[in-house]
């Protein structure tokens, strides 16, 4: 499968501390790679420096053979990549489909054509109905979903989900996991932070697990979950 | 888009009719002309890009200064150091942008108060070209088609096109691509670098066409008033009094801005002349039941209502 987006040697400090220490990734067209590991392991550390939201100490960042490491976040953007936050971050005085239509700019420079794939993706989202609505009046599964609406319209060769499946209810949750496979099942390579261990093991082609910055294993989702260094990293020893 | 821009060419009907009407309320007209363009110019920045400038009397001043010393001393028409002072402006919005837009929070706005400092302080010790804390005199004018230029019918044309122009801008911008840059980078910066957007790029675009516009009004100021002194032109009074008028209005609004100038600058004339030395005290109290009752300002108040109502009709029917 050939690489969309490869990082390597990826290490990024905070002063003294190493919040990822040389941390590797590639991921293919169409490819779902998960990201896990307990709290505080730097998962979306390591994200945010591919994505270009946190300065890194030292690595290399290609998307599509074309070194972007020294490109800022909207630059990376512009080549091809989308991402979502942690905390949905909705334009808030804007409507939903004004929220998606900022990032549909980005390819279709006329309104009338941006309007109308911003409409696309909110239909492919299950938000059409609400597209006149403030973004500040969603409630926390449609703040998700219009994340990913904004992440999607930008046309993105990579997507970065960072724990959209969190605080859902089971049929939200099920229906995201749809989702996110219709999505691989286009060809989008996806990256994903998650915590949520159902959607991983169903959805991953291939798992990196972190633990205090540092990648302590690797494979598909059954390898992982049954390697010892992972379980002991979740559990603790005693 | 098409209904705010035939609201604008119904309003500038009647704004070509009121001096026939009003003969004797021209001056007072021109001041709330005035203050609806340099409101509403200053709104790109304050308020569709949410960076609060409170250094605007800055290209007020440009505009001023370079239309009075143009004339008085290279006897260049208004037209053209109008022209210069938007270039003029615009690169020192660049510039100023440049050096502070990396400052979040408060940090922009306070600097902005230094830039009119500065250009006060040059305007009072350059006196070769500024006549210094004298200022300068605007003596003698061309003459345009016959138009007296220091009539102040023609100066209430001026700053009806002024306004009409700015106005006509922000209708046309709050429905393109850039419009939305604005809006999302004053969201959210991230959320906007994740959406393609290069916030600074974009906040140095809004505040060098804010500067702009602002200096070609200041321009006409100074034509209006044909008397520049340093410490009224380039005053934090009049810069606060700018951003005061879009934010009573409405920020990020298209008519909030000029709204807010028919209430303060209409009002304030009206207390000055009722009311003598109370009406400061008025001014404050109205100033106050905004910010409180009216946190968006009065259009955007209203603007917001009409939506969720709409919204509430869409989502029973």
Known sequence: ?238 | MIKHLIGLGVLLAVGIAYPAIFPNNLTIAISVLLFAGWATSWDLLGGWNGQVSLGHASFVGLGAYFVAIGQSQFGLAPWWTMAMAAVFAAILGYFWGWLTFSLRGPYFSLSTIAVAEILRLIAINEEWLTGGATGVFLATLPEPFGIDLFSRTAQFYMALAFAAVVVATVIVISRAQFGYQLRAVREDEDSAMAAGIDPTATKLKAFMLSAALTSIGGGIYGVVLAFIEPHVIFALLLSVQIALTAIIGGRGTIWGPSVGALVLIGAGEMFRTTFAEANMLIYGILILIVVLFLPRGIVGELARRHIRRLYAKRAQS
Request: proline content about 4%; glycine content about 8%.
């Open chain 1, 1 to 238: 499968m050939p690489n969309v987006l490869r990082a390597d040697g990826i290490t990024v400090k905070f002063g003294g501390v190493t919040a990822v220490n040389n941390v590797s990734l590639s991921l293919g067209s169409g490819e779902i790679l998960g990201l896990i590991g307990p709290n505080g392991a730097g998962k979306t550390t390591l994200f945010n420096a591919v994505t270009g939201f946190a300065p890194m100490h030292s690595g290399t960042i290609t998307l599509l053979n074309k070194d972007i490491t020294a490109l800022p976040a909207f630059k990376r953007t512009r080549l091809g990549f989308g991402r979502t936050f942690q905390t949905e971050r909705p334009f808030e005085e804007l409507t939903v489909l004004e929220n998606v239509l900022v990032a549909a700019f980005l390819t279709v420079g006329r309104r009338r054509e941006a309007e109308r794939l911003a409409m696309s993706v909110l239909e492919q989202v299950g938000l059409a109905d609400r597209a006149h609505q403030p973004a500040l009046d969603l409630n926390l599964a449609r703040r998700r979903r219009l994340e990913l609406a904004k992440a999607l319209a930008v046309k993105p060769k990579v997507i970065f989900l960072d724990e959209i499946m969190a605080g859902l209810n089971p049929p939200a949750l099920r229906e995201m996991i749809a989702f996110v496979r219709s999505l691989s099942a286009q060809g989008l390579a996806v990256l994903m932070v998650e915590h949520i261990m159902e959607a991983i093991i169903e959805l991953s082609d291939h798992v990196i697990v972190l633990a205090s910055g540092e990648k302590i294993a690797e494979g598909t989702p059954q390898q992982v979950t049954s390697d010892e260094r992972v379980i002991e990293a979740y559990l603790g020893t005693d």
